[in-house]
């Protein structure tokens, strides 16, 4: 276990969250998943909200409120119904603000296929702006749709993850955050771009064939991503964990 791994239990304010979960100022790359204690990354409806609770919703906000992006696959924004991002809390919006963000992170869809939930196209006055990580092969199709701005290529025909992230951070967009779904999250850790893995788990067993967090091979068989504990904070019965990647 490499450095000072923080363990906290009880009650915590903003200020204390804000700072467990501080990232200095060069490009950093989560993802943030909630678990079952028997590994289902979503409930029996098939979704992560179901298994969600107020503490849980505290650390997600959060991490929001430190990103710069937000990156969600187009399968999990049409399941959860994600739109446009919104800073509702106007302690983090001040956050955002005082680290020189815009008030409400970008939302980064990733499509190979070009078919986007129409949800995240209308256009939201009072959220984030919208990105799409896309296939050069649909490219030309979506800048028709959505405009040029909007369409960051990263592949010729698969959305590939390095690509991804450097054209996240070469829009100035360091601090990426990705919620998923599984499936995403696989081929980013295969990819090794994953630098933290913030992960609650939840009091609760719901049993089944359910998905978990990764449900892409993330390498050769027998082959592991490594992970070091920085903090384990206990709020309520939740246990929110952040981890950082090792090297290989």
Not at 178 to 183: C, D, K, L, N, R
Request: hydrophobic share 45%.
């Amino acid at each position: 276990m490499g450095g000072m791994v923080t363990m906290l239990s009880g009650s915590h304010s903003l200020d204390q969250l804000l700072e467990a979960y501080a990232v200095g100022p060069g490009p950093v790359v989560r993802a943030n998943f909630v678990s079952t204690l028997d590994g289902h990354a979503t409930g029996g409806d098939g979704l992560s909200g179901s298994i969600n609770s107020s503490a849980d919703k505290q650390v997600f906000d959060v991490l929001r409120a430190l990103a710069d992006v937000v990156v969600v696959g187009a399968g999990t924004i049409r399941a959860e119904g994600y739109g446009r991002l919104r800073t509702e809390d106007p302690a983090l919006v001040q956050v955002r603000r005082a680290a020189g963000r815009a008030d409400h992170p970008t939302l980064a869809v990733v499509t190979a296929s070009g078919d986007l939930p129409e949800k995240v196209m209308v256009d939201d006055p009072d959220g984030g702006a919208l990105l799409v990580l896309c296939a050069r092969a649909v490219s030309d199709d979506l800048a028709e749709r959505i405009g040029a701005d909007a369409v960051v290529p990263a592949g010729a025909d698969l959305v590939e993850p390095s690509l991804a992230v450097e054209a996240l951070h070469e829009r100035g967009l360091d601090h990426v955050l990705t919620e998923g779904g599984p499936h995403l999250l696989g081929g980013w850790l295969q990819a090794g771009v994953v630098d933290e893995l913030c992960l609650t788990i939840r009091p609760v067993v719901v049993g089944g064939t359910g998905p978990r967090i990764v449900e892409a091979p993330i390498g050769r068989t027998g082959e592991l991503a490594h992970f070091d504990l920085r903090h384990a904070l206990a709020i309520e019965s939740d246990l929110m964990l952040r981890y950082v990647a090792t090297p290989d």
